[in-house]
């Protein structure tokens, strides 16, 4: 069965700085790929997600994210983190022509000023 | 504000009891999905409807049961509570299923079983 791991549960980092939120999949062929994100107290909204092409995705909020097939890996990167971005970030996969997402465990972005 | 409603926004009940969740998913979505969020289980698909029929399930326990109706409004039905269903559940609809759809995810219901 495919899974999802985001290895890091939470994240800290300075405004203004770059960052990179890794997320690796299980699955033996090429999932959907989403990037979610959660606000607190909000539902989740979508990022951007992969479906074929070009390995390099990009999303609202000056997000994008990478596919590497050799290393089943989805990373979320953003140049320059702004307060706003605070928040719980989902990966998750689905298998084409299957019917469920599966979501990583969440990665939790903290930002300093 | 995704367009996705949940109803009611906050439920506190008590072990044992029965609770039903509501959404109404966004205008001309054909597929809703329920979602439970807790902090020892993080996000767990629970269902999933296609225009009137079941067409996924993941880790829905047997207490659980779901419908939705002809105007595409879903219905979660949660019994014989315990105090570890206390969660947040998400509701989310897309316009089609099975190829990558975007997922449209409500605000959540908050239950609390006491």
């Known amino acids: 069965a495919q899974s999802v791991t985001q290895p890091d549960i939470h994240i800290t980092v300075s405004e203004g700085a770059s960052l990179e939120l890794r997320c690796n999949y299980s699955y033996g062929a090429t999932p959907y790929l989403f990037w979610y994100v959660q606000s607190p107290g909000q539902g989740l909204q979508l990022l951007l997600k992969?479906?074929?092409?070009?390995?390099l995705v990009q999303g609202i909020k000056g997000f994008e994210a990478e596919f590497k097939r050799s290393q089943s890996s989805f990373n979320l990167r953003k140049p320059s983190v702004h307060w706003s971005d605070a928040a719980e970030y989902f990966c998750?996969?689905?298998?084409?022509?299957?019917?469920?997402?599966?979501f990583g465990a969440g990665t939790r972005l903290f930002v300093k000023a | 504000d995704s367009g996705v409603t949940q109803t009611p926004k906050h439920l506190i009940t008590a072990t044992g009891q029965r609770v039903t969740l509501r959404c109404s998913p966004r205008?001309?979505?054909?597929?809703v999905y329920w979602y439970q969020q807790s902090l020892d289980q993080g996000l767990q698909f629970l269902i999933q409807y296609y225009n009137g029929e079941e067409r996924a399930k993941g880790n829905i326990l047997e207490r659980f049961s779901a419908q939705q109706f002809p105007d595409l409004h879903s219905e979660l039905n949660l019994s014989s509570l315990e105090l570890g269903d206390s969660a947040l559940y998400f509701c989310?609809?897309?316009?089609?299923?099975?190829?990558?759809?975007?997922?449209?995810f409500g605000p959540g219901t908050r239950l609390l079983v006491l």
């Open positions: 998750a996969v689905e298998v084409p022509g299957g019917f469920k997402t599966i």
């Open positions: 205008s001309g979505d054909l597929s």
């Open positions: 989310a609809s897309s316009e089609r299923t099975g190829n990558g759809e975007t997922q449209y």
């Open positions: 992969y479906f074929s092409g070009d390995t």
